[in-house]
């Protein structure tokens, strides 16, 4: 997959997808599936245009909801899925104030489009005046075909969208929303300095601070796989336990930390970057009477996750 940052021309007739892609959940995945089937039987490339950030946070700044994917996730999810192309654009003040046909004007001429594949609800241009009827004269216009999904993918009687997988991320239910996405929902951040109260008491932990725009799983104990990083390409992974909350035991915290114990292994220094794999919600936080009672709920906690992770 070859990665673009900005709109560049193509050389081949390509068949294309756009959208906000938070998640690149499987209902994301079902609309690239029909993409490649038919760009196939075009003989076409396919391609995905989206953002690296959702155009909502644009216009409304603070009431922007926070991301499952970020622009680094979006990407891999992307080429996991192996399309040809994927660009990856900051939705500023040029696009957010181009009319739907300026905008596929562009995309027509630089992209050699051929064919366009969006769900049901899809709009683009200034006002969303783009809308699927709009698009389809468009269409006829510049020389390409509209394709649309008649409904969405739906996972037990309600349809899969990335707000839904997000809600169930913030309520801590990480496997239904594992199962939305298609794969374990992931949460990487930079290794940071902790107070060191976990390896005081026997149970080390590592603390990671993930990007602010990311969103973050509910308060409690998760089973997850950690892979610690010392480059962005390499790193080894483990089973671990994890906690995020604010040590209530322990006499609290003013912010909420996230923090991981690796599972029989010990780890005397960390590299820069870590990145879990979230398996399962053990339990909520909870503060406890005393530190026995913490400590001895941390070693079944972390029983637990071994056998769940095994």
């Known amino acids: 997959m070859q990665l673009h940052e900005q709109l560049s021309d193509l050389q081949s007739p390509t068949a294309l997808t756009i959208g906000t892609f938070d998640g690149v959940h499987r209902g994301h995945a079902m609309l690239v599936e029909i993409l490649k089937s038919h760009a196939a039987s075009r003989d076409l490339q396919t391609a995905a245009l989206t953002f690296r950030d959702m155009p909502y946070c644009y216009f ?6 926070h991301l499952l994917t970020l622009p680094e996730e979006k990407t891999a ?10 660009f990856l654009l900051d939705f ?7 009319s739907a046909e300026e905008f596929i ?9 051929k064919l366009l594949v969006v769900g049901p609800d899809f709009a683009l241009g200034k006002n969303r005046a783009g809308d699927v009827s709009a698009l389809r004269k ?3 216009k510049h020389g390409f075909e509209v394709e649309v999904l008649e409904e969405k993918l739906s996972d037990e009687g309600a349809a899969i969208s990335s707000t839904r997988t997000r809600e169930c991320v913030e309520g801590g239910d990480v496997e239904i929303a594992s199962r939305l996405l298609g794969r374990s929902f992931q949460l990487c951040g930079e290794v940071v300095s902790g107070r060191q109260l976990g390896r005081k008491i026997g ?4 603390n990671i601070a993930p990007h602010n725009r990311k969103v973050i799983p509910a308060r409690g104990v998760y089973a997850v796989r950690a892979t610690l990083k010392s480059t962005p390409e390499s790193g080894h992974t483990f089973p671990a336990a994890l906690n995020i909350g604010v040590r209530p035991t322990l006499g609290g915290e003013l912010a909420q930390t996230i923090e991981f114990h690796i599972i029989g292994e010990d780890i005397p220094v960390a590299p820069p ?3 879990l794999e979230i398996i399962a919600r053990l339990r909520a936080e ?13 070693q079944k906690d972390i029983s637990r996750a071994r056998e769940i992770l095994d």
Do not use: W
């Open 273 to 275: 970057r870590a990145s």
């Open 105 to 113: 004007a562009d995309l027509a001429r630089k992209l050699k489009l």
């Open 60 to 65: 409304r700044p603070d009431e922007c909801a």
């Open 203 to 206: 149970v080390p932990t590592i």
């Open 138 to 140: 468009l269409g006829e």
């Open 286 to 298: 909870q503060k406890f009477d005393s530190l026995d009672a913490l400590v001895a709920q941390m």
């Open 92 to 98: 500023d003040k040029s696009i957010a104030e181009r």
């Open 77 to 86: 999810a992307f080429a996991a899925l192996k399309i040809d192309h994927l």
